[in-house]
């Protein structure tokens, strides 16, 4: 039975909420950031504006973390979730499905909103998505072309990355990074929302496919920007997230027999790669030795038994 929490008597109690803006956040383990991201949608975001959070573990830690701020928020908020982890794709489908706002705004947990100034109103057409910069201030790779077999080749073994630059105005992408946009919340769900084939990665560059062969827009707007901690659930189970991610990437380039089988021969080289690097210096970026090794064995095993 899904457990939902009070709305927020704070400010807004003598207010009219506005059915307008309603800020969606799908919650895992992240009792220690959530309350950046509440101070700053209340800075930034106009009066009248709601979030809803499901969380996708222990939903009574997660309110009883957040505390006085579920009733003394600016906002009105409601926590949401039976504890148990639906995923990323099918727990952002829910909050939409339950939503009655015209627009809606995905923010991961661990994002802050720096800016909110006269941003384009995503219409039925239009998905809006701010440019969104590391804890260091770093413009993220959060936006882009569409993410081809040729491009995720050229990512993953000639450790290639599109040159990222500062935006003068709105400009038209191929994809935004679910971490953080806007949409017109009936045509989300008439596109059929997040694939639920995705646990987790992968699905907002789905979504993004299907928008534009709908006939969509994807804009980026740097009046609207956000700060991105990043990898804080995945940090948690490092070896778990490589395989979600690797099960969602594979989902997502097997559109032909043929795709599915050069995806994942790029994949297994670049896990052996990865996996000597880790042998010379004892970790690949954020993996240890030990970790990457594992998951190449996954990843040499599935091969092995799958065609």
């Known amino acids: 039975m899904v457990e939902v929490a009070a709305r927020s008597k704070g400010r807004l109690m003598n207010e009219q909420v506005s059915a ?10 992240s009792e220690p950031e959530l309350p950046g991201l509440i101070d700053s949608a209340e800075r930034n975001l106009p009066a009248g504006t709601t979030m809803t959070i499901w969380s996708n573990s222990d939903t009574d830690v997660l309110r009883l973390a957040l505390g006085a701020k579920l009733t003394t928020s600016t906002l009105s908020i409601e926590v ?16 939409a499905e339950m939503s009655e706002a015209d627009t809606i705004l995905f923010l991961n947990p661990d994002t802050e909103i720096l800016d909110f100034g006269e941003v384009l109103q995503p219409t039925i057409s239009r998905i809006v998505a701010p440019t969104v910069y590391s804890q260091a201030g770093e ?66 560059l789905d979504f993004c496919r299907r928008w534009r062969a709908a006939g969509g827009t994807i804009c980026v707007d740097p009046r609207f920007r956000v700060m991105h901690i990043g990898g804080v659930s995945a940090s948690r189970n490092l070896l778990l997230a490589l395989q979600r991610s690797y099960e969602s990437a594979l989902a997502y380039h097997s559109r032909t027999a043929s795709s599915r089988i050069l995806f994942r021969g790029v994949a297994l080289t670049e896990a052996i790669l990865k996996s000597l690097v880790a042998a010379a210096t004892g970790r690949v970026g954020r993996v240890d ?18 065609p």
């Open 80 to 95: 949401l979730g039976d504890g148990s982890n639906l995923g990323f794709a099918k727990a952002c489908n829910r909050l």
């Open 20 to 29: 307008g803006w309603e800020v969606l956040v799908v919650a895992y383990n």
């Open 139 to 204: 413009l993220q790779s959060t936006f882009g072309a569409e993410r081809t077999l040729r491009r995720e080749i050229a990512i993953r073994l000639l450790r290639w990355q599109p040159a990222m630059r500062e935006l003068d105005g709105a400009t038209s992408v191929g994809f935004v990074s679910g971490a953080a946009f806007a949409v017109d919340r009936r045509r989300f769900l008439e596109v059929g929302g997040f694939n639920t084939d995705f646990f987790m990665y992968y699905e907002d």
């Open 289 to 306: 030795r030990n970790t990457q090794w594992r998951f190449t064995r996954w990843i040499l095993r599935r091969s092995l038994r799958r």
